[in-house]
């Protein structure tokens, strides 16, 4: 069964510092890991997948995320927050294979607030 | 090339009625997901269809929730005799074939009374 755990629910980063949004991942098969962004009233937005290739994984608007098998984590990093970058994030895992494709589990997302 | 249709944006209904969401995906893609996100939650996956076909629906609530891909025209997420508990925002998913990534539409509010 595939589960996702994200730590801090709010995080909270003054503009120009580094972003940490955490992620970690339960599976029972090689997975399919995502970060996706959820501005207000706005659809899920992919920032950045992983699909066995390198482990660090570069995105969207500056983030990237780092693939750690040892530690079941997939944590999403952007070196300096921008206040545009205030949205909720959401990682999520994916057997990524058959009809089960598509079938993503979430977590409960991270809302993140950039301070002028 | 429009990204996915999801209408109407916002629907009220009182408990008992009944709740029609529509998707439409993009151009080309032929698999839609159904997502629904209950507040302080993230999003759970209810079902998986391509055209004429549901694919899995190991998501979806036992009763009172169907969902349709038909040949022609948008994937139809039915809800019948709402209740309080099916308030949530309902997100349409799609993508193409056999490929692992999903374009969201921007969900229908759904608040019942």
């Known amino acids: 069964a595939q589960s996702v755990t994200q730590l801090g629910s709010h995080v909270s980063v003054s503009e120009g510092a580094l972003v940490l949004l955490r992620c970690n991942y339960s599976s029972s098969v090689p997975p399919y890991l995502f970060w996706y962004v959820q501005y207000p009233n706005q659809g899920l937005q992919l920032l950045l997948k992983?699909?066995?290739?390198?482990?660090l994984v570069k995105g969207i608007n500056g983030f990237e995320a780092e693939f750690k098998k040892s530690e079941t984590s997939f944590h999403l990093t952007k070196p300096s927050a921008h206040m545009s970058d205030a949205a909720e994030y959401f990682c999520?895992?994916?057997?990524?294979?058959?009809?089960?494709?598509?079938?993503?589990?979430f977590g409960r997302g991270t809302q993140l607030t950039v301070w002028p | 090339n429009a990204g996915v249709m999801q209408n109407p944006r916002h629907l009220v209904r009182r408990r008992g009625q009944e709740a029609r969401l529509r998707c439409s995906p993009m151009?080309?893609?032929?698999?839609v997901y159904w997502y629904r996100q209950l507040p302080e939650e993230g999003l759970k996956f209810m079902v998986y269809?391509?055209?004429?076909?549901?694919?899995?629906e190991s998501g979806m609530p036992k009763e009172r929730f169907s969902a349709e891909f038909p040949k022609e025209g948008p994937s139809i997420l039915r809800i019948q005799q709402v209740v309080r508990g099916d308030s949530a925002a309902y997100f349409c998913?799609?993508?193409?074939?056999?490929?692992?990534?999903?374009?969201f539409g921007s969900g229908t509010q759904l608040s019942v009374l």
């Open positions: 992983y699909t066995s290739a390198a482990t």
């Open positions: 999520a895992v994916s057997e990524g294979r058959g009809s089960t494709l598509g079938r993503l589990y």
């Open positions: 151009k080309g893609h032929s698999h």
């Open positions: 269809l391509q055209k004429e076909n549901i694919i899995d």
């Open positions: 998913a799609s993508s193409p074939r056999d490929v692992v990534k999903l374009f």
